[in-house]
């Protein structure tokens, strides 16, 4: 229970220190368009040709694809964590910059409180289930360090993917709050955003 409740605390900050990370990024993709207007122009079509699919399907196959989209993405973010909590930070700034990017060359064309109206409803579930998958690898990340500075484990067995104890169990709570909060948040969010779709 002590392991527990210390793990869940320790993935809170982590996941804030995520929302951080999502925010800069942010800002800088914001900052991107603006100094860089050709390319975002660009970016944003390209963008828009890849998913050009989901307008062809019907509403339950774009709430599918949505969902198990994004589900895989942050749980593969989340389970790579293990590698010292790179690849979710470097996802959740990912996913900041194309934000920002997106609301650089959007709000000027919508306003801001037509934007909002379009990305808060899902946002409001699906930032917090990347903030947590994002967490979650961090405190996975940490987690790995830790057992290989204490020679608990080594770099080598971490190749092979061969956990120590502690390892394990971090891991086994980590996806065991990925299946009780994230996919449950990004399940509703998926609900909405196919809503908008439709209504757009």
Do not use: C, W
Request: proline share 3%.
């Amino acid at each position: 229970m002590e392991f527990k409740e210390e793990a869940k605390n320790t993935i809170v900050k982590y996941s804030l220190f995520s929302g951080l990370i999502f925010a800069f990024f942010v800002f800088l993709g914001v900052r991107y368009v603006q100094f860089f207007p050709h390319q975002t122009r660009e970016m944003i079509g390209e963008l828009s040709d890849h998913f050009s699919f989901i307008l062809r399907m019907n509403s339950f196959n774009v709430f599918l694809f949505i969902f198990f989209n994004n589900s895989i993405k942050i749980l593969i973010g989340m389970t790579l964590g293990v590698f010292f909590g790179i690849f979710p930070v470097f996802f959740t700034a990912l996913n900041g910059f194309v934000v920002g990017i997106v609301a650089g060359e959007m709000i000027p064309l919508l306003g801001m409180s037509d934007f909002l109206k379009s990305i808060v409803p899902h946002g409001i579930f699906e930032l917090p289930a990347l903030f947590i998958g994002s967490g979650i690898g961090i405190f996975l990340g940490v987690t790995v360090i830790k057992e290989i500075k204490s020679k608990n484990m080594t770099f080598k067995n971490l190749k092979k993917f061969k956990f120590s104890k502690k390892l394990s169990n971090s891991f086994s709570f980590g996806m065991s709050l990925f299946f009780k909060i994230v996919v449950p948040l990004l399940f509703i969010a998926a609900i909405i955003e196919t809503f908008l779709l439709l209504l757009y």
